[in-house]
């Protein structure tokens, strides 16, 4: 699966279980560690929960492994590595607490529309 083939399985994953606020940024260049970041929020611990679970189970239906998984049980920050993507799933009041989009502000938001309406 290509990179951006992954990253729009992601994000549409996350839009299946009514993610909020859907940001891509595009890392590369900027990152080593991946060349995309996808950066949402739910509104509750098991929203959290199963956006994180979506994505995670989308990716290995398409054939890619997932790398690892860190904060599920808590469903405050949820970090899916998936390789050169990295999607980060946040609870509300995490997202804007630790404010990822301001930390990686030279990255530039990479506009995925196009690529959700195929």
């Known amino acids: 699966m290509e990179n951006r083939e992954l990253l729009v399985s992601a994000v549409k994953a996350a839009d299946d279980k009514r993610a909020e606020d859907i940001v891509v940024l595009n890392m590369k260049g900027i990152s080593l560690i991946a060349d995309y970041f996808l950066i949402?929020?739910?509104?509750?611990?098991?929203?959290?929960?199963?956006?994180?679970?979506?994505?995670?189970?989308?990716?290995?239906e398409n054939?890619?492994?997932?790398?690892r998984m860190e904060g599920f049980?808590?469903?405050?920050?949820?970090l899916i590595d998936l390789g050169d993507v990295v999607?980060?799933?946040?609870?509300?009041?995490e997202r804007s607490y630790y404010n990822l989009e301001r930390l990686w502000g030279d990255a530039p938001i990479e506009d995925i529309q196009g690529d959700l309406a195929q």
């Open 87 to 93: 999607a980060h799933v946040f609870h509300r009041d």
């Open 63 to 67: 054939g890619y492994h997932l790398e």
């Open 40 to 60: 949402c929020h739910g509104n509750s611990d098991k929203q959290v929960q199963a956006i994180a679970r979506e994505i995670k189970e989308k990716a290995e």
């Open 73 to 78: 049980d808590e469903g405050k920050w949820v």
